[in-house]
């Protein structure tokens, strides 16, 4: 299973991530290729505490779906609910501002949030619940690839 614990599922997916432009056009969705990266960094925030996110709990959410999204192999569904605070629709998440900046702050994101001595913690996803590491990196992948994809890369 692909995950950013594995060297060349990383350098994948930040490669496809590089081929993202401003003006690169969405296959689905509402967002901007902008408002994306900047709904990927918040995402990445949320999960090594920068950004707080409420966890709304639901058992099934937080075992059924999270075994489904997490270790079957299938595409993530288009249109699934954001939560408030990475959703680029709301008032609380990230701004687009400068596209080459916002995508160094998410190579930096990315880089934290793999790196063998972390300086964080993860914290619970607002969805799924306590993740283990596995799964939290399983799930970075997972996210990263569902918006590229998103984008055609």
């Known amino acids: 299973m692909r995950s950013l614990a594995n060297p060349q599922d990383k350098s994948s997916a930040i490669l496809r991530l590089n ?18 990266i ?4 918040d995402a990445f925030r949320v999960a090594i505490g920068e950004k707080p996110a409420r966890l709304v709990p639901n058992r099934v ?14 595409h993530w569904p288009k249109g699934f609910q954001t939560p408030p605070e990475v959703n680029q629709e709301g008032d609380v998440c990230t701004r687009p501002l400068d596209f080459q900046r916002d995508i160094t702050q998410l190579l930096a994101l990315i880089e934290r949030f793999t790196a063998r001595q972390r300086d964080f913690h ?4 607002p969805i799924f619940g306590r993740l283990s590491e596995w799964e939290w990196f399983r799930w970075g992948y997972l996210h990263m690839d569902h918006h590229l994809r998103q984008f055609g890369a």
């Open 19 to 36: 081929t993202i432009h401003l003006d690169s056009p969405r296959q689905w969705g509402r967002m901007s290729s902008h408002q994306m």
């Open 122 to 125: 993860f914290q619970p996803h």
């Open 38 to 41: 900047c709904h990927l960094s």
């Open 61 to 74: 959410n937080q075992t059924m779906i999270k075994w489904i999204a997490l270790r079957l192999p299938l």
